[in-house]
C-alpha cells in the first residue's frame, strides 16, 4: 500500500530523505453472469465471459470490498447474495510479474445486473463524482432502502469518539498522508470496520462491501464517518447502503444536502472537536448546542 522514495525537501529544512507515498493503481471490475440456457458450445463453463464494469485508480488492499461496494452502490445489484465468487485475474505488468489490478465477478445462478451498464462507469477516476446516476430524483426512485424509516438515534460524543478511533487505525494515511478513510459505527458505538483509499468513494465503497460480504446490508442503525467532504456521490452511496447517519470531517455541497434530505438521511458536516454541522435531518443526534 505504500512505496519508499527519495525526495528533495526544499526551503528553510532543505535536503534528501526518505519518504513513503500511498501506492495508486488501477483497479478494473469485470462482472460475469451464468447462462441461463445451456452452456455454449466451445465455451468454459466455469468461466463466463464478463464485461467490464469500470476501471478505477484505488489503493490496493481490500480489492473484494471494493469490488462488492461498488457494485451495490451503483444499484448494480442487491447485495452479497447476488455474487456466486470474486477472484484476481492473473494479469501481468510490463516486467511480467503479477499485478492484481482486474477483479472478476461471477453472478449467482439466475442473477442478472440490475441496469444496463452506461458509458460513465467505463472509466473512473479515484474521485468519480456521479457514478451512474443522472439525478437525484433517479437516485431516489431506485433506493432499495430508504433511511427515512430508520428511527436510529446517536449521541453526538459517540459520533466524534467514532471519528478518534477511525484515525487511529489510518494506518496508511499515518505513513503517507494521502489517503481518505471510511468507517461504520453500531449503535453501541463501536467502531466495526475502517476502510482507506486514494479515493473518498473508494474507501466509503470498501466498507459498504465489508457490509455486503458479512451480510449486514441494509445498514439500519449505524452511521457511515467518512474522513472528506461529502458530496453527491458519498451520499448517493450512504443513502444507497440504507444508513440512517453519514458523518464527515469537511463540508457538504448542495447535492449532498438535497440527497440527504429528500431520501432521510441524516447528513453532518464538519465533525470536529465537539461541534458538528447537521445539514438535514437533525433529530437523530443529541448531546451538542441547539443546532449542533
Given at each position: ?9 526544499v ?29 455454449p ?6 468461466r463466463?465471459?464478463?464485461t ?11 480489492d473484494?470490498d ?30 511480467g510479474?503479477?499485478?492484481?489490478n482486474v ?56 459520533i ?14 499515518e ?55 461529502a ?13 440512517p ?13 438535497e440527497?440527504a ?10 465533525v ?8 438535514s435531518?437533525p ?10
Amino acid at each position: 500500500m505504500t512505496q519508499r522514495l527519495k525526495v528533495q525537501r526544499v526551503g528553510d529544512r532543505s535536503g534528501t530523505r526518505i519518504e513513503s507515498v500511498a501506492v495508486e493503481e488501477p483497479l478494473e471490475i469485470r462482472v460475469a453472469a451464468l447462462p441461463t440456457q445451456g452452456i455454449p458450445a466451445g465455451s468454459n463453463p466455469l468461466r463466463p465471459p464478463s464485461t467490464t464494469v469500470t476501471t478505477t485508480m484505488r489503493l490496493p488492499g481490500d480489492d473484494f470490498d471494493l469490488t462488492l461496494g461498488h457494485l451495490v452502490a451503483e444499484g448494480l445489484i442487491g447485495d452479497g447474495d447476488d455474487v456466486a465468487t470474486m477472484m484476481h485475474c492473473t494479469d501481468t505488468g510490463p516486467d511480467g510479474s503479477p499485478t492484481f489490478n482486474v477483479v472478476e465477478v461471477t453472478l449467482a445462478a439466475g442473477v442478472s445486473l440490475r441496469r444496463p451498464i452506461t458509458e460513465r462507469t467505463e472509466v473512473a477516476t479515484s474521485a468519480c463524482g456521479v457514478c451512474g446516476s443522472t439525478s437525484v430524483d433517479d437516485l431516489l426512485a431506485a433506493l432499495p432502502h430508504s433511511p427515512s424509516t430508520d428511527d436510529a438515534h446517536f449521541g453526538l460524543e459517540a459520533i466524534h469518539a467514532g471519528m478518534a478511533a477511525m484515525r487511529l487505525r489510518q494506518k496508511v494515511f499515518e505513513a503517507t498522508g494521502g489517503v481518505h478513510a471510511a468507517a461504520l459505527l453500531d449503535a453501541r458505538g463501536e467502531v466495526l470496520v475502517v476502510r482507506e483509499d486514494i479515493g473518498r468513494h473508494n474507501a466509503v465503497d470498501k466498507v459498504i462491501g465489508w457490509a455486503a460480504r458479512e451480510g449486514r446490508l441494509p445498514l439500519r442503525g449505524h452511521a457511515l464517518l467518512v474522513s472528506s467532504r461529502a458530496g453527491f456521490e458519498i451520499a448517493q452511496k450512504a443513502a444507497v447502503s440504507g444508513v440512517p447517519v453519514l458523518a464527515c470531517v469537511s463540508a457538504a455541497t448542495s447535492l449532498a444536502v438535497e440527497v440527504a434530505e429528500r431520501s432521510g438521511l441524516t447528513l453532518l458536516g464538519f465533525v470536529r472537536g465537539e461541534r458538528a454541522t447537521a445539514y438535514s435531518h437533525p433529530l437523530r443526534i443529541s448531546g451538542g448546542e441547539p443546532g449542533l
